[in-house]
């Protein structure tokens, strides 16, 4: 078994010490992990990984070889390759969106008082959101707005003639250049079903014409499905704002019974949050010898329930099979999405029950019951009386939980950003942008995406940000990624201002934010967007997205979800720097659109790297050039000079 890494030898398998002191127990205990069947898979497949394998119809399957350049039906490389990219975009695209409905439904049902426990927490946030679609407010009552808003939510997921309507939250410019370029989305289920058409057997051949359909599709997720879904999640269970918590295997309690939540919907982990609190169960658990009831969070779950409850979390994607090798979680409740198959072989070892619990995902020998929003809140009770009888089934010999935690803050919202740029008086990102147009901050980068066993989990996260925010870059961050560098320390405002160049920690300090922001889950990504058209908005940085000095990253990404991220990114103007390429390394004309021509289409293009330090060193040349084309690095020369003569003056 593994203890070191694949592609840098003689390294851990990652970068954070309580992974590594797992991965040894799991050892010890001949337990399978990831990290050890990525070494079973070796050597990967390079069709695959080209991208130039073909199995879309039963001629097949086809592989480009030099030998055989075409598949049996004709397809060439760019075609294979294309249409193998635009498969992910689309399963990204509805796993987000399929979220989003989720979360829709709940409204609706909130909205009709048939929501069981589930409440509107937030109404200005739905106020805004109704009157920005146009849904009447005045003198109506909250729950009739709420029932309109989802109403109109839900019909963004069908097709309509007209673009998508949640589109209009982006700016007028990037709509226009979507509608010239024929790429604007008009429902999020057509969207996907078009894809899947698209690149059936002997429908579209053109590589180009299917990438932009893919670029299409990818924005039905970000500016649409994603968005929807951190709307709605913020009008039920709050907009967040910034708290407090701890994140790593550590905040697992040797004395508590202790319950994960891991995936990706928020709405049942919400009432389990709720329910820990609840004085009965916690007297319940205290009968059976437990301190009390821990429930913490693994995945995007755990970002939700970090920033709506400042609820603790144990690790990212590659962290759910060792969070159960410490021998102390009584219960993990899986949902949807980057939930290994492999838990509930894991879970067998030890007294773990795991329990699924959507409709739609089923884990092979784990407990299953079907969420119920109208029953949410009971449920969760029961789960945790569940996880309290289980307390005693713990083999306290088998426990073995590391001390890595660590301090960070998180629940930075546009809302939140705004407020807390403004100060008491007014809303605004205007101190920010001037941060940005005098230099003092040279640009913004979303560092996202996922972990993953092809590299040393987590360093190439938190090496990246470390090396853009010591060159004065302010850094967004969601999903996996905000974890990683929240367990190295880069989620406490002292920490990274320590680390922060001096200027981008003179502004930090001065506005009161931290400089690395963490925004929440992957389909908060939608946030990023947002944070970039408010920067925009607020004026004096270009009239377009493309003409901000922003860009975005996903060193470790594995996820086809990532690979929608990605592309609503660059279709929305942004450059986009990958740890790994994506599967399309076997068409040189597919990665030539990608990461060059793309730049002269939407003004975003990918870019592989994967060393952070020279990640960082593309990001932030990406950066000086926007800057430069803005004309705003000119002006801080000559402020600079200022400063140096009065200096020589004085
Ligand atoms: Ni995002 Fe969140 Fe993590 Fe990757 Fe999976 S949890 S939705 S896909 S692995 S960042
Ligand atoms: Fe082969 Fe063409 Fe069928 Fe793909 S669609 S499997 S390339 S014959």
């Known amino acids: 078994m593994p203890t070191t890494s694949r592609k840098t030898p003689g390294q851990p398998v990652s970068s954070d010490p309580a992974t590594v002191d797992m991965v040894q127990i799991a050892i010890a205990a001949e337990v399978g992990t990831v990290f050890d069947r990525y070494e079973l898979q070796h050597p990967q497949c390079k069709f695959g990984t080209d991208g130039v394998c073909c199995r879309l119809c039963h001629m097949g399957p086809c592989r480009i070889t030099p030998r ?27 796993a987000h969106s399929d979220h989003g409905r989720m979360l829709v439904r709940t409204l609706k049902l909130v909205a009709q008082g048939k929501g069981g426990d589930y409440q509107i927490k937030d109404p200005q946030r739905l106020h805004v959101a109704a009157r920005f679609f146009e849904i009447a407010t005045e003198g109506r009552d909250d729950m009739a707005i709420a029932g309109d808003l989802a109403d109109f939510f839900m019909t963004q997921f069908a097709w309509s003639e007209e673009p998508n309507a949640t589109l209009n939250l982006a700016p007028e410019k990037r709509q226009a250049l979507w509608k010239k370029l024929g790429i604007s989305p008009d429902g999020i289920d057509s969207a996907v079903v078009e894809l899947m058409h698209r690149t059936n057997m002997g429908v579209d051949h053109d590589y180009r014409h299917l990438i932009m359909g893919g670029l299409k599709c990818s924005l039905a997720d970000g500016w649409v499905g994603s968005a929807i ?74 970002n939700e329930v970090l920033m709506r409850h400042g609820l603790p979390i144990v690790g990212n994607f590659l962290q759910q099979e060792l969070a159960i090798l410490t021998g102390a979680v009584e219960v993990m409740v899986v949902d949807v999405q980057c939930v290994m198959p492999s838990l509930a072989q894991v879970a067998k070892c030890f007294h773990t029950k795991l329990v699924s619990t959507s409709e739609i995902a089923h884990t092979a020998e784990a407990e299953q019951i079907t969420f119920n929003v109208r029953k949410g809140y009971e449920q969760a009770c029961d789960l945790i009386r569940k996880a309290i009888d289980n307390f005693g089934n713990r083999d306290k010999d088998r426990v073995h939980i590391p001390n890595e935690s660590m301090e960070l803050v998180a629940g930075f919202s546009n809302e939140t950003i705004f407020q807390m740029l403004g100060g008491t008086f007014r809303s605004t990102f205007r101190p920010l942008n001037d941060a940005i147009i005098d230099g003092r901050i040279r640009g913004i980068v979303g560092i996202v995406g996922c972990s993953n066993p092809k590299v040393v989990a987590d360093q190439s996260h938190v090496k990246l940000t470390e090396e853009l925010i010591k060159r004065n870059v302010l850094v967004l961050q969601t999903g996996c990624s905000a974890i990683a560098c929240a367990k190295a320390g880069l989620l406490t405002p002292e920490a990274a201002l320590a680390k922060a160049g001096a200027s981008l920690r003179e502004v930090c300090e001065a506005v009161g934010i931290p400089p690395v922001l963490h925004m929440g889950s992957c389909v908060d990504n939608s946030r990023i967007l947002m944070a970039a058209t408010n920067l925009l908005a607020e004026g004096g940085l270009g009239e377009d997205l493309s003409d901000l000095p922003v860009a975005g990253a996903a060193p470790e990404w594995m996820s086809e979800k990532a690979v929608a991220i990605g592309h609503y990114f660059v279709a929305s103007g942004m450059y986009v720097v990958l740890g790994h390429p994506l599967y399309v390394e076997g068409s040189r004309n597919v990665h030539d659109l990608l990461c060059g021509e793309m730049e002269n289409i939407t003004g975003g293009r990918f870019e592989w790297e994967p060393d952070p330090a020279i990640a960082a060193d593309k990001l932030l040349a990406h950066i000086e050039r926007k800057r430069d084309a803005l004309h705003i690095n000119a002006q801080k020369e000559r402020k600079l000079y200022d400063m140096k003569s009065r200096r020589e003056l004085q």
């Open 68 to 94: 055989a350049q075409l598949g049996i039906c004709g397809a060439n490389a760019d075609t294979i390759t294309a249409r193998n990219l635009l498969r992910e975009i689309a399963a990204g695209t509805a």
């Open 229 to 302: 879904a951190t709307t709605v999640s913020d009008i039920l269970f709050g907009t967040p704002k910034p708290v407090r918590s701890r994140v790593n295997l550590g905040v697992l309690a040797g004395d508590k019974v202790n319950i994960i939540v891991h995936g990706h919907e928020p709405t049942l982990s919400e009432m389990l949050a709720v329910a820990s609190g609840n004085e009965e169960l916690l007297e319940y658990a205290r009968s059976k010898g437990a301190a009390g009831i821990n429930v913490a969070g693994i995945c995007c779950t755990a």
